[in-house]
């Protein structure tokens, strides 16, 4: 697998197309941070790490009827491209209305967070 994060969100995508109640992702401390941004955004409901040999984060996700809450995952730096931005140019997802997830010196944060702390970095995703 060459790209993990891209792996993770594309799980989540399909999981809620099918209305899953949870889906299984293989555990890297990257996902932990993206996953615990999900829920405190309000995106998931809940995540756990389970499994001792090989662990993995099971997240329950969130409907709104037959919708889900998420409307769409979508990955910006790739491997093979990485994008960073400044403080000043963190961009706005849907006007404000989803969340850019940045890996900054200080870790995993959102792109709000990043620019109240004035810090730039990589643009892992958009979520909205």
Do not use: F
Request: proline share 5%; hydrophobic share 35%; charged share 30%.
């Amino acid at each position: 697998m060459n790209d993990p994060i891209s792996d993770m969100l594309t799980r989540i995508r399909n999981a809620h197309r099918a209305l899953l109640p949870d889906v299984d992702v293989p555990h890297s401390r990257m996902k932990e941070s993206i996953a615990g941004i999900l829920k405190k955004e309000g995106y998931i409901s809940d995540y756990t790490i389970e499994g001792q040999p090989r662990r993995t984060i099971k997240l329950k996700l969130k409907y709104q009827g037959k919708k889900g809450v998420i409307e769409g995952l979508r990955r910006v730096s790739t491997p093979g491209l990485r994008r960073y931005v400044g403080a000043r140019e963190i961009p706005r997802v849907r006007g404000g209305l989803g969340v850019t997830v940045m890996s900054t010196s200080e870790g995993i944060m959102t792109g709000m967070q990043a620019r109240k702390k004035n810090l730039g970095g990589e643009v892992v995703c958009y979520v909205w």
